[in-house]
């Protein structure tokens, strides 16, 4: 069965300083991969995806995420955190081979950037 | 740039009412999802709707629930006898086309509290 895991229920990390936030997955084929942020009261907002090609993925707002399929994980990064990164970010998988168009998310990983 | 949006953004209703929850697409886009974040848990997937009708739907969307796009360009859901257990957010999506890889691009959300 398709699953996302996100180990991480809140990330802490000093304003300028690099940033992980940790995804893992599990699907049977080749998976599509997504990262959405959520702002209060705002809706998913898409910042990338990894489909096919590069592992090194560049989205939004200066993020990126590396797909590694050794490790079945799509970590999103940034060299320098800004406070307004401060949000809850979501991983999503859809497993392309299965037929289904929808999306298997994780729990979500909230960010905090202090200044 | 275009974006998703859904009405309203918080409904109360009291158990056993109906609820229509509205969202109106990206004009383009063809393919229509609804997804469910219950309060602390993941973002579910509900069901995805294609040329007029359901492509896919979850275990969670049973009888009680049905989707319609009345119009060109409005897309509903509609919880027929609201229980408890439906309070939740609900969040709308759609993409492009059937290209397989498209991103699914998501509205603000309703938040849906059943008393």
């Known amino acids: 069965a398709q699953s996302v895991a996100q180990p991480e229920d809140q990330v802490n990390v000093a304003e300028g300083n690099p940033l992980t936030v940790k995804c893992t997955y599990s699907?049977?084929?080749?998976?599509?991969l997504f990262w959405y942020v959520q702002y209060p009261n705002r809706g998913l907002q898409f910042l990338l995806k990894?489909?096919?090609?590069?592992?090194l993925v560049k989205g939004s707002y200066g993020f990126e995420a590396e797909f590694n399929k050794s490790q079945t994980s799509f970590h999103l990064k940034k060299p320098s955190a800004l406070v307004s990164d401060s949000a809850l970010y979501f991983c999503?998988?859809?497993?392309?081979?299965?037929?289904?168009?929808?999306?298997?998310f994780g729990t979500g990983t909230r960010l905090k950037v202090l200044a | 740039e275009p974006e998703v949006t859904q009405t309203p953004s918080h409904q109360v209703t009291q158990m056993g009412q109906e609820v229509i929850l509205r969202c109106v697409p990206i004009?383009?886009?063809?393919?229509f999802y609804w997804y469910r974040q219950i309060l602390g848990q993941k973002v579910e997937f509900l069901v995805s709707?294609?040329?007029?009708?359901?492509?896919?739907k979850s275990e969670i969307f049973d009888d009680q629930f049905s989707v319609e796009r009345p119009d060109g360009s409005n897309f509903t859901l509609k919880i027929r006898s609201t229980k408890l257990e439906d309070s939740a957010m609900y969040f709308c999506?759609?993409?492009?086309?059937?290209?397989?890889?498209?991103?699914?691009?998501f509205g603000p959300g309703t938040r849906l509290t059943v008393l």
């Open positions: 709707f294609y040329n007029n009708e359901i492509s896919e």
């Open positions: 999506a759609s993409s492009d086309g059937g290209a397989g890889t498209d991103t699914q691009y």
């Open positions: 990894y489909i096919t090609g590069d592992n």
């Open positions: 999503a998988v859809r497993d392309p081979t299965s037929g289904t168009y929808k999306y298997i």
């Open positions: 004009s383009n886009h063809l393919y």
């Open positions: 699907v049977s084929g080749n998976p599509y």
